[in-house]
């Protein structure tokens, strides 16, 4: 194995450092995206069912969920900010969930880029062999050709080297992409079914969004009481 990353020249030491950062970005990503670890089976039915129990949830059993899993994180910014009304909720479950996403597709673009630019170290590597080919063969190589044969083995190594870290970075890539999205799809379609049953157990706390009116309906009632006063004096002056 090391002589055909010493025969394959200077080049492969980037298509080596690339394949080591695919294999470790693929390892970590494989672990971090698993359904159990991002949206856990019944984290919203447990929820519902201990505030349908007990009322509420406390602040630091909600805390504890955020930091578990990542649907707990929005499913609990949510709960947290129930009492200020759906709009104020569902804003911030949004936030979260844009957040959570983001933390997703850490490092997935330098798999990307990783799957585009090794090819192309290969080509190059294939080019300079060749280079070097012709070069040894204007230097006399038709008499020697062990010279000639050093740049083609160059020129291949490199460009096999090159196609066999590309094709599986490319392949994880697209994978984990399309992974991200699935997650993406639970987080919308959990929040909506936990707003969704808020609502059909009457658990949507409205307090924050009634008050307003009501201070404004008393505001307005003094108001014309006030005036109704000032009426009668001026009628009985």
């Known amino acids: 194995m090391w002589e055909l990353v010493k025969a394959g020249g200077w080049l492969?030491?980037?298509?080596?450092?690339?394949?080591?950062?695919?294999?470790?970005?693929?390892?970590?990503?494989?672990?971090?995206?698993?359904?159990?670890?991002?949206?856990?089976?019944?984290?919203r039915e447990q929820l519902i069912t201990r505030l349908r129990e007990n009322g509420d949830i406390g602040r630091t059993q909600l805390m504890n969920v955020k930091e578990k899993t990542a649907l707990g994180d929005i499913l609990a910014t949510g709960l947290l900010y129930r009492q200020y009304g759906l709009e104020s909720m569902t804003m911030h479950m949004q936030?979260?969930?844009?957040?959570?996403?983001?933390?997703?597709?850490?490092?997935?673009?330098?798999?990307?880029t990783i799957g585009a630019i090794a090819p192309l170290l290969g080509l190059l590597g294939t080019v300079l062999g060749i280079i070097s080919s012709f070069?040894?063969?204007?230097?006399?190589?038709?008499?020697?050709?062990?010279?000639?044969?050093?740049?083609?083995s160059q020129a291949l190594i490199t460009t096999a080297a090159g196609m066999i870290v590309a094709i599986p970075a490319l392949v994880a890539y697209r994978y984990f992409q399309r992974r991200i999205i699935d997650i993406n799809a639970q987080f919308e379609t959990q929040a909506g079914l936990m707003i969704q049953e808020l609502y059909d157990y009457q658990l949507l706390d409205n307090t924050y969004v009634a008050a307003p009116a009501n201070s404004m309906t008393t505001i307005d009632e003094r108001a014309t009481d006030r005036l109704d006063v000032d009426k009668s004096n001026m009628a009985t002056i």
């Open 12 to 43: 492969m030491t980037p298509i080596v450092v690339c394949s080591i950062l695919a294999l470790v970005i693929i390892i970590e990503r494989s672990h971090t995206l698993q359904f159990s670890k991002t949206v856990p089976s019944r984290l």
């Open 95 to 112: 936030n979260r969930a844009s957040v959570q996403v983001h933390q997703l597709e850490k490092n997935i673009n330098m798999l990307g």
């Open 135 to 152: 070069l040894a063969i204007t230097d006399g190589a038709m008499q020697d050709p062990t010279m000639l044969a050093a740049g083609v």
